[in-house]
């Protein structure tokens, strides 16, 4: 099966063309620089973006697959959540593509292809569903921060999410305090790496709860009394550099502490990680010794399909069809508030 997935919920134009699970392109437009004088993603913006670059992507990304419009068997979409504005552009024009190929459609949860990003990996990228385990799944990125119970292929139960900003929000909004650029969470990142962890003590919400939600709106405003306290340390490079590494510290505690422990209790033996937070070099490391010493396999969505993509949506859609789930109809319409059930 040859299939043409288009992404448009954020800030990425993205289309990807799957060849039974094999990523034949993945072709990403970002918007980050266009998005970067405002200090986050500006919706009108973001749609008039999708627009101009909704054509010469998917171009791009047929090219390089070196497949034509005619050899494909089904386009698929982003249908939710996103920016409405946004989704509607790739979503209507994938469906027009399929109307005028006379094949089925599929309409994708976002957060739904998340949880396959991890399974997609090698070059070219191959979707292993040989190696599919039942698995928690941390999805950590700049709208959202979730934790999922993958019992099965297509089988999943959400266990908890942020009750307010999203870790990646956080990060960003951190940064923005301490004077970083947008988006926040790479520098910080790159900052991290030669501070000290350990030097300030910031809160790790919800941590001692035994839930699986998440919260981290008020470790942004204890950074921010922390800097009213202290007006001169931004001044001081390596105590910006311990800043980071402490906020980052605090941040990665709780993603690893509450997906390790959702594991245990659920008795999964595979974690996976996906979403633009999981480029974050202190988290992966942290999973990664977490899962060893916990005897896990650890399965990270590889650094480029971390960010949102098509490929996800691509591999998933052709799992859906595979497994007969029917085809979504011609005139249905965006969820922009599409949450996973
Ligand atoms: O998945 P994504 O590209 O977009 C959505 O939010 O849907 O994620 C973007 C988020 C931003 O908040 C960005 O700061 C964060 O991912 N991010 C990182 C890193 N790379 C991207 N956060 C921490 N460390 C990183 N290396
Ligand atoms: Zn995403």
Known sequence: MILL?????????????ICDGRVLSNVVSSQIKLHAEYGGVVPEL???EHLRNWMPVTEAALQSAQVTAGQLDAVAATQGPGLPNALMIGF???QAFAFALRKPFVGV????AHLYS?????NPPVADFASFQPNVSLIVSGGHTMLVHVRAELEHVVLGSTLDDAAGECFDKVAKLIGLPYPGGPEMDRLSVEGNPAAYDFPRPLLRETNDDFSYAGLKTSVRYFLQKNPTLLDDAQKLRDLCASVQAAIVETLVTKTIRASRRLG???VTASGGVTCNRSLRAELDKACQREGFTLRLADRSLCTDNAAMIGVLAERK???STSATLLDAEIEPGWALG
């Not at 800030?11 to 063309?17: P, Q, R």
């Not at 949860?109 to 739904?112: A, G, I, L, S, V």
């Open 5 to 17: 997935a288009v992404e448009t919920s954020c800030d990425e134009t993205s289309a990807a063309v």
């Open 46 to 48: 973001a749609t008039r």
């Open 92 to 94: 209507k024009a994938a």
């Open 109 to 112: 949860n976002h957060h739904e």
């Open 118 to 122: 991890p399974w997609i990996s090698g």
């Open 268 to 270: 999964v033996k595979c």
């Open 321 to 323: 069809l595979l497994k």
